[in-house]
Nanobody, 121 residues
Framework: QVQLVESGGGLVQAGGSLRLSCAAS????????MGWYRQAPGKQRELVAS???????NYADSVKGRFTISRDNAKNTYYLQINNLKPEDTAVYYC???????????????WGQGTQVTVSS
């Protein structure tokens, strides 16, 4: 089984930084696309950043210049660096793998459990 576990959230003041981690465990040969999403109270979940297997990165307009997605292939871990945090960044942040190949089967739309980010003004 493939599992994703996020960590790194917390309570920070506006202007601060956080680095979120998404650790993928299990037998993993490849992940074609990993996305970071967030869901604020009363709002729909939105995609904020993604990275393809080839390393192509994309960002939502609202976070460009402040969010950076990266990965450590050796650790099967993905990161989301968030700088200059704003109160509107307050949300639960999730990672999602679109398609995971474990050597014998594909697994689709694997979500982590989320990590809370709260930004105080």
């Amino acid at each position: 089984q493939v599992q994703l576990v996020e960590s790194g959230g917390g309570l920070v003041q506006a202007g601060g930084s956080l680095r979120l981690s998404c650790a993928a465990s299990g037998s993993i040969f490849s992940i074609n696309n990993m996305g970071w999403y967030r869901q604020a109270p009363g709002k729909q979940r939105e995609l904020v950043a993604s990275i393809t297997e080839r390393g192509t990165k994309n960002y939502a307009d609202s976070v460009k210049g402040r969010f950076t997605i990266s990965r450590d292939n050796a650790k099967n871990t993905y990161y989301l660096q968030i700088n200059n945090l704003k109160p509107e960044d307050t949300a639960v942040y999730y990672c999602k793998a679109d398609r995971v190949w474990d050597g014998s089967a594909y697994y689709y739309d694997r979500w982590g459990q989320g990590t809370q980010v709260t930004v105080s003004s």
